[in-house]
């Protein structure tokens, strides 16, 4: 473990960090709060979707190093379902950026094996954007590689709630009882059902919250925070991100120490 310390040290190749890392200390499921784009282009004297336009290069790069470190999930926050309050010009940019990004995409999505998943609640997007959503998902629906999956019109909350309608109709329809809902019910009813929940929460642009993502999936996740802007996120800070994740001690409430069986066995 030691080696890791040095990972992210200027100097080294994204090839040795790499090789560096420890196949069985990747987190399985990588989650990504993108923020920082209207400060990025303030500092530059640019009206704030300059830095949304610069921000893909990001998203770009980070799904094809999740690709290449062979993750099972990427999950993007692009668009919240509070992201609606902003300026008409900014909401129309983020949407048009992404039809442009999924254009562009989405040869090198199938090239590379990438599973492309949108959740949130796509319904309420314009008519445009879901076909343009659907078609992707049809495209790479035989993909077995990285499950890419981004948040839009997504909010943890909003997540929650449909879940619970979920169940009421169900229940109403007299196909599910009480008893049926577990932890495992709920997480099979979430948007990310059948994707581990995400081992390492990543944060740019050093604001230290959650923001309403992924709220139930986050219970145990290592969180990062990074003061680096989404648009100058770059293959390496997410190399350093997952490096200080390796050397997380991750306990589940339990205690690790060497010969503690964890309430594996009864009465001790
Ligand atoms: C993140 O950057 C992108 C989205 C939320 C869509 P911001 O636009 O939130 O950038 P800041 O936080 O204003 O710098
Ligand atoms: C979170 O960023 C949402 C996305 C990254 C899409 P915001 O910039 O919207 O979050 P707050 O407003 O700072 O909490
Ligand atoms: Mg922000």
């Known amino acids: 473990m030691k080696d890791l310390d040095r ?24 989650a990504v709060i993108m923020d920082g784009n209207g400060r990025w282009a303030r500092q530059r004297g640019l009206p704030r979707v300059e830095g949304h336009r610069a921000g893909i290069r990001a998203v770009r790069e980070s799904v094809e190093a999740a690709a290449r470190l062979e993750l099972e999930a990427l999950t993007l926050y692009a668009f919240s379902t509070e992201n609606w309050k902003r ?10 950026l992404l039809k442009e990004y999924l254009a562009k995409e989405l040869r090198t ?44 019109n997504y909010s943890g909350r909003a997540e929650l709630v449909d879940m619970v309608r979920a169940a009421v109709a169900a229940a109403q329809g007299g196909t599910l009882t009480a008893p049926t809902v577990d932890e495992e019910w709920v997480g ?24 309403n993502f992924l709220l139930w999936q986050i219970a145990y996740a ?14 390496r800070d997410l190399l350093a991100a997952v490096a ?11 205690v690790v120490e060497p010969g503690h069986d964890n309430g594996e066995e009864a009465g001790d």
């Open 7 to 30: 990972l992210a040290a200027p100097g080294t190749s994204e090839r040795e960090l790499l090789d560096r890392l420890a196949p069985e200390s990747l987190p399985r499921h990588v």
């Open 87 to 96: 300026p008409r010009w900014e909401v129309r940019t983020l949407m048009a």
């Open 109 to 152: 999505m199938v090239d590379n094996n990438v599973r492309f998943r949108p959740i949130g609640r796509l319904s309420e997007l314009e008519p445009e954007i879901q076909a343009s959503l659907a078609r992707a998902v049809e495209a790479t629906a035989g993909n077995t590689g990285l499950v890419f999956q981004i948040a839009l």
């Open 188 to 211: 099979s009813h979430l948007a990310t059902a059948g994707v581990p929940d995400p081992d390492l929460l990543i944060r740019t642009s050093g604001e230290l919250r959650v923001s």
């Open 222 to 235: 290592e969180l990062h925070f990074t003061p680096v802007l989404w648009p100058d996120f770059t293959t």
């Open 244 to 254: 200080d994740y390796a050397r997380r001690e991750r306990r589940y409430g339990g």
